[in-house]
């Protein structure tokens, strides 16, 4: 069975530019997690759905992050415009329910220049 | 609101030595559950606990829940090499909603 799919792995790109990151959770996995994780902290929630509903999206700047996940499977996290602080690993984790255990994806490490 | 902390935020640790990482949450928990990260690598699940005062072991590995249901632990007898990494326990609301704490990293001395 096929882990939590991310991509890309990396991305550098210049501040007020956009970007999106995608994730591909477990087959059948109905919890998405969008985490956020700093060097030597642990990951941080942006934003959970339950099956195509954001039901937890508190943490998320709405400014100018956005998150979709449409016929509840795949996700794309979008910044635009990014800033120098959005530099960080961003997570994508999925679990069959709420509660479960999550099964995280390899992260993408953005670097914003 | 909910804070989860960590202590030690670092361990040193002698090959073959025993250690104790310790998770406190501010709010009583529904459960808990604990990851490991190796370096370069993302968060792998470990274990949850669920029940007030509940104990499980992972071969080496010794989690706690505690009665109250606002601490844990995590305990390592005879360190490995392999157990090199960081921990996080990530707390659990009534909500359902998990609450990460910032990890304990260990090293291992050979």
């Known amino acids: 069975e096929a882990g939590v799919v991310q991509s890309p792995r990396y991305k550098i790109i210049e501040k007020k530019q956009p970007v999106a990151f995608w994730c591909n959770p477990i087959?059948?996995?109905?919890?998405l997690y969008w985490y956020l994780q700093n060097l030597g902290q642990g990951p941080e929630l942006l934003i959970r759905?339950?099956?195509?509903?954001?039901?937890?999206d508190s943490q998320l700047p709405k400014d100018r992050f956005s998150a979709e996940r449409l016929k509840g499977v795949d996700s794309t996290l979008k910044i635009q415009p990014a800033e120098l602080g959005d530099s960080a690993v961003y997570l994508c984790a999925s679990s069959l329910v709420l509660g479960k255990e999550q099964f995280f994806g390899p992260g993408t490490r953005l670097t914003v220049l | 609101g909910q804070q989860v902390m960590q202590i030690p935020q670092y361990q040193h640790v002698q090959e073959g030595e025993d250690f104790t990482t310790y998770c406190n949450s501010s709010t009583t928990l529904s459960n808990i559950q604990w990851y490991k990260q190796r370096p370069g690598g993302h968060p792998v699940f470990l274990i949850q606990l669920v029940k007030s005062g509940e104990v499980k072991k992972q071969k080496r590995l010794t989690f706690q829940f505690g009665e109250a249901k606002k601490n844990s632990s995590l305990h390592i007898t005879a360190t490995q090499t392999t157990d090199v990494g960081t921990y996080f326990c990530?707390?659990?609301?009534?909500?359902?909603?998990?609450?990460f704490g910032a990890g304990t990293q260990v090293v291992v001395t050979p």
């Open positions: 990530a707390g659990a609301d009534s909500w359902g909603k998990f609450q």
């Open positions: 759905y339950e099956n195509e509903e954001a039901v937890d």
């Open positions: 087959s059948g996995h109905n919890t």
